[in-house]
């Protein structure tokens, strides 16, 4: 009984991934602000993708997030997605973010 509970997939390790599985990625990403410019933020922010799933991803870049903030989300070659930040936590020189997905997967994403 050593261990009862640990692993059995009933911890927050399942309930983060309620949105589908996440792969480990390594893209460039560029989040276009979906909000008026003249902000203190630019329009189009650079990083790189962490990690996806079918809910949305996370993300590190170089200018602070808050969350809230509505995005269109293009991930190397993909069409873009609206995407907002869902959670968003400084590091050193940026940001790391979650945004989730606001809009359907396009029709061609691999189901069909």
Not at 73 to 90: F, P, T
């Amino acid at each position: 009984m050593r261990g009862s509970g640990v692993g059995d997939g009933s911890g927050p390790t399942r309930a983060r991934r309620a949105s589908g599985a996440r792969h480990s990625v390594s893209d460039r990403v560029v989040l276009t602000s979906e909000a008026p410019s003249g902000g203190p933020r630019p329009p189009e922010v650079e990083g790189w993708a962490l990690n996806i799933s079918s809910g949305g991803l996370r993300v590190v870049v170089d200018e602070p997030l808050s969350v809230g903030d509505a995005f269109r989300v293009s991930i190397g070659d993909a069409a873009a997605r609206a995407a907002r930040v869902v959670w968003a936590r400084e590091d050193q020189g940026g940001a790391v973010a979650g945004l989730a997905f606001t809009d359907e997967p396009a029709p061609n994403d691999g189901h069909g």
